[in-house]
T-cell receptor, first 116, second 111 residues
Framework: GAVVSQHPSRVICKSGTSVKIECRSLDFQATTMFWYRQFPKQSLMLMATSNEGSKATYEQGVEKDKFLINHASLTLSTLTVTSAHPEDSSFYIC????????????FGDGTRLSIL | GEDVEQSLFLSVREGDSSVINCTYTDSSSTYLYWYKQEPGAGLQLLTYIFSNMDMKQDQRLTVLLNKKDKHLSLRIADTQTGDSAIYFCAESKAAGNKLTFGGGTRVLVKP
């Protein structure tokens, strides 16, 4: 099946640090990538949808200046959590799809972000 | 708006069949998915079904769709301890489009 690689898998850093998370589709061209946040024992919450070469579409309540998304190529999207604070600690998961090719979303393994 | 609901927890004995249920409200849902999440990991796509299908079987997995009642189920035959995980039901209007997830069903398989 399709493979989506997400790095890093775990980050622990001090408050105020900016953290970049990468999401790569390894064996198909991902015209669309999604970024989700998951709190403990809860479902996934969609943060934003990014389309290759255009600005991301953020869900209501998600600060676009806080969570910077870049989707510069068909295989790579990045999420940067800027000036992270303890309340940003969470499990972040990306997914990739190619809607034009009828490809369902395939997910990365997630990044656990802990801000001290 | 869109809403997808699942029961929270299911306990099953190893070797028995598991049935996880899901209901959704959006009649324009076209694709319905089942994902599996193990602790600390991302989501693994198990199977999906188009809204014009009633049933889909893939090895130990059987998906049943009642479009009239907007009810989706996942049956796992011969459940194994490795099937212990959280199972998410999700829907979208088209393949690869934005997903709406249910809250997840935690399945515990007892030996």
């Amino acid at each position: 099946g399709a493979v989506v690689s997400q790095h890093p898998s775990r980050v622990i850093c001090k408050s105020g640090t900016s953290v970049k998370i990468e999401c790569r589709s390894l064996d198909f061209q991902a015209t669309t990538m999604f970024w989700y946040r998951q709190f403990p024992k809860q479902s996934l919450m969609l943060m934003a949808t990014s389309n290759e070469g255009s600005k991301a579409t953020y869900e209501q309540g998600v600060e676009k200046d806080k969570f910077l998304i870049n989707h510069a190529s068909l295989t790579l999207s990045t999420l940067t959590v800027t000036s992270a604070h303890p309340e940003d600690s969470s499990f972040y998961i990306c997914s990739a799809s190619n809607p034009g090719g009828n490809q369902p979303q395939h997910f990365g393994d997630g990044t656990r972000l802990s801000i001290l | 708006g869109e809403d997808v609901e699942q029961s929270l927890f299911l306990s099953v004995r190893e070797g028995d069949s598991s049935v996880i249920n899901c209901t959704y409200t959006d009649s324009s849902s076209t694709y319905l998915y089942w994902y599996k999440q193990e602790p600390g990991a991302g989501l693994q796509l198990l199977t999906y079904i188009f809204s014009n299908m009633d049933m889909k079987q893939d090895q130990r997995l059987t998906v049943l769709l009642n479009k009239k009642d907007k009810h989706l189920s996942l049956r796992i035959a011969d459940t194994q301890t490795g099937d212990s995980a959280i199972y998410f039901c999700a829907e979208s209007k088209a393949a690869g489009n934005k997903l709406t997830f249910g809250g997840g069903t935690r399945v515990l398989v007892k030996p």
